[in-house]
Nanobody
């Protein structure tokens, strides 16, 4: 299994970013996939997940602002982030939720106030 995240960057408060995660391997196409984030000094938290049937869940801090989706044909999971806030600043990772492979390098998201 392999995970490659991209799409991070520096944005002003209120801006948007669209993250992508390309995944490979025999298990992930059937697994619930999630986006996680980790700010300096904090634990890595799950912020959004999507099942292989398209059912989605979000952590409270991002509800109404973030949208997760997956393109099963391309083996990509997206995270569209709107109305970004400085507290969203973190390294964002994707991985399975119930099954996890080794973590990728993640993608840095920095939101300036």
């Amino acid at each position: 299994e392999q995970l490659v995240e991209s799409g991070g960057g520096l944005v002003h408060s209120g801006g948007s970013l669209n993250l992508s995660c390309a995944f490979s391997g025999p298990i992930f196409p059937f697994a619930t996939m999630g986006w996680y984030r980790q700010a300096p000094g904090n634990q890595r938290d799950l912020v959004a997940s999507v099942t292989n049937r398209g059912e989605k869940n979000y952590a409270e801090p991002v509800k109404g602002r973030f949208a997760i989706s997956r393109d099963s044909a391309k083996s990509i999971v997206y995270l569209l982030m709107n109305d970004l806030k400085p507290e969203d600043t973190a390294v964002y990772f994707c991985n399975g939720v119930n099954y996890r492979a080794s973590w990728g390098q993640g993608t840095q998201v920095t939101v300036s106030s």
